[in-house]
């Protein structure tokens, strides 16, 4: 397996090599979400690509049309920096955090701190299970900061974030279902990586798999 | 007392519970909260397994997580919600001497020391009441965060930290009062510990005055204290009275329930303030041609009015632009557009005195200040001196290039008494050599200001022209040549203007475009001719065209085709019906885009003609390939000066092409019967101009016959 | 000789899956499937040989593929699944199966155990 290959095999096995990490990293996320949430809570990755950033600012367009979005930012540094952004409309944020909570409780009707510090807890369970899986297989060292939420109009928190702008050309754009024993709730992962990031993770993954 | 004790002191006073682990799950630090929620003094529990003082958590989530912070370097937010076991944690009640357990928020942040091993920090806040659950999300992970780059700060080595730490630290209450301070603090202020907790902050910090600790005040206090994991810039005051500059954050500690107590951390930013005035030199200069920079520039300008206004001089103000610069980098690329720029600079430079300021203001635009004059006709010999200097050649790279300046004048204090003024009678005079071509001066004179008035005041005008419905669209009847029948109209925009008559667009669409209004205007020609050709269609049948000329301006609007769309569906008419003109010209320039553009519309049903045919440079090849359904010629081709026999020829050779290419002929500015004649005998299929029928209002439009064609 | 056949739709799992049974058997052929029903399709061919076969692929799962093998007479002590899922569900179906269930490595120390149990289920079946 020592042929040369193309650019965009390269990118393809990536790629890939990514889902496929994910899909282990997300094995240990999965034991873990329905432990914690007594099984409530299934985790699916149905898609996993590399897009242009401005095609990842589109999708952002899609989340100017719902109402509220809650948006949960966390961060990475070490051998390759960047950022992980989880997106959810308010709708179906709510749909999962209610389908997480005991029956006893009440359901929730909007948006407040409890639900808040949920969302982190969930959302850092995901991003850190990724994270590990991948600096676990490719053998890199990567601190994973904890993540910060920001709610509000879309707009008004893009705003404010300059999103993407340390941003790579392509974004890592992973689309996460949430499967709730009652209904369904999605949520989108966007994983960034810092200007440069990218091409050395790329390496690394050609190096883990001897094809480089 | 050391910096050890005095971290605990302020880890002690924190709303929080702070526990720092080791590899081996023993407690390494626990501070006061943890004592009075848990029941266990420090001593009692460092150097014991987290999991003998709370077995209960043995196997829990957080168990797990402290195995994540210490294995696998994750972080951990453990939500009360999702957290079945926490730790044992009790307050009484206020009511009964019940002990309550709390609910918790848990961060678990693994920190690697020096010596390669990890340890795991855990903080929990108490967040039984909503109110402190609101506080705790905000402020724990911002104090765990500080806590942790403290515990990092300066030494790796975990003892040491406590030793020597770069960062100065006072603790003070409400009124001001100094309770406590760290030796850095000390070695920065030049007190020792003593006398330090004799002063009051005031003494110490320049921007924190008596008043903000009076009683009553603290709100005052707390807005002045970058409180919100930020730090902000203040001036302490030494011993020695030196004022030195401070990078400051603080942190309120609730204490005691209404007996808050602040602490701050300091370090001296003297160096970086040095930085930073070489920073701002650096902001200050273009980085390319090291010339000042437009913000520096007005800056020295006003400073230079202000001087000479006491003094009566007058001085003079050259703005400064380079013809064909864009033409440069466009054909030998950036690299050689930014020699060309610094090669400018120096001549530029060359012909002024060494006293005189040039700057770059920005792209290729230069401003340069001549000091001190006695006659304003020697800024006219500078300008005529720059002008020989720059039109000749600069060879750079191995080539050749010849661009030319075009400069504007004016003069202080005639022109103006500002800086902001000066300038943009500047760039106006600038922007009339120009128009007169390249390689000229101008001063600034009333005349140009009487130019730019009349500009304006037709800006305003258009505006109202929009809002009160000057515009107004005329028709010009196009004729079938066999059948001599009205085939379809040329939709053309007029100006009734209340004052001065119709006003052909030729007068207005320029200005139009300077100010912007010009894609409104567009789209309303759009919908009216639209709207019109509804009523045309039903008088003259649906095989009627009504055709509209679409400006470059339009191409840019991608939304372009949807919006045809939409009109043409509320009107209901066929697209079949519309054609769009579009000069040759524009057609050829970013073909790319504009051929995608066309093919869409084509795809919609939507007819293309290319109008002027022949006054541009397509090749007859080109024409195959355009996207096209009609050409329009030119109406030069009609013109009676040319040799009969060349022109006949000529306007055969296009015909036929354009036949056999299964395009329409349309002949523009027909005038007289001679030329007619010729169309008819070159078999032109479509014909329209003063000779068959001038523009009219759609009304008498209306009136026409269908077959009222004078020659017929 | 012998071959093995793996099932996994990810080229990198596979790539990964081969260098560890390379480190067990340096001279095995090795045939490459990207689903279960691929490896179904050409059952024919490759009765007698080693399966290592993923859970999650389309069409025809790791689970639903083996039985369909079992239904063919394959020994089921030369099947394994080689999967991230680490579901309870999963391993008491294998179980019932008589089917081993080897865990994809993530961490360094885990491919070394991986390594080690597809070197005993190369040994034990032979």
Redo the contacts between chains.
Sequence with gaps: ?GQIMNQSENT??SL??L??SL??????V???LS???ESRIELHVPEINLIPKTEALGFTKELRAESKAIFVKQQFAGDIEGEALLFFSEDESLKLLNG??PDS?ATLTNF???E???L???T??AV?GV???L???L?L????????CEYGRFDEIEGQSNLFDDAEEMILFITISFTLVSKDAKAVLLFFQHKNSFSKLHKS?LQ????Q | MNNKDFYLQVLGLMDVGLVLINKNYEVQLWNGWMEKLSGFEADEVIGHSIFDVFPEVSGSRIDKSINKALKHNCPSILSSKLTRINFPLFISSFRSNEKKRIEQSILIKPMDLSDNSRCAVISISDISSSKLREKALREQTTILNKVINQLKEKDRHFNAIFENNQQGILIFDGDGSVINSNPAAEVMLGYNNRRLKSLKIPALIDELPQYLFKKGNEDKLQSKLPLCNTSIEMAMLPESGKKFPVELNANVIPFDNAQNKYFVFFHDITEKKQTEIILYKMARNDSLTGLPNRSSFIEELDKTIQHYKRRNNILSLFFLDLDRFKYVNDRFGHDVGNHLLIEVAKRLKQCVRSTDTVARLSGDEFAILLHEQEKIEQAGMIAKNIILSISKPFLLDGAKIDIAASIGISCFPMDGEDAAVLLRNADLAMYQSKKEGEGRYTFYTEEINHLLQQRLKMETELNIALRDGEFVIHYQPQYDICSGKIWGAEALLRWQHPQKGLIFPNEFIPIAEECGVINTILDWVLENALVDAKTLLNNFGAEFKISINLSPRQFADTGLPQKIEKILKKENISPESLILDITEGHLLAEKDHIFALLNNLRSMGVHIAIDDFGSGYSSLSTLRKLPIDHLKIDKEFLTTDADPTKQKNLLSSIINLAHSLELTVIAEGVENKDQYDLLIQQHCDITQGFYTNQAVAIKEFCNLSASNNQSS | MKRVVIADDSVSARLLLKQMILECLPDIPILEFKSGEAVTKNLAEIKDCWFLLDMNMAPLNGLDTIKLLLDEDIPPHHIAMVTANKSKELKNKLKTLDILCINKAIEPHESEQCVAKLDDFFKLSK
Excluded: Q, R, W
């Design positions: 397996m393809d096995i890939d090599f889902a496929e899909n282990l990293g997300l094995g240990h999965i034991d873990e432990e914690i949430s997480l909570l409780d407040a701190d409890v808040e510090e949920m982190l807890d969930i850092n369970v850190t994270i590990y899986a600096s676990s297989i053998e060292s990567i601190a994973t900061e904890l993540p910060k993954i883990k798999l001897k094809l």
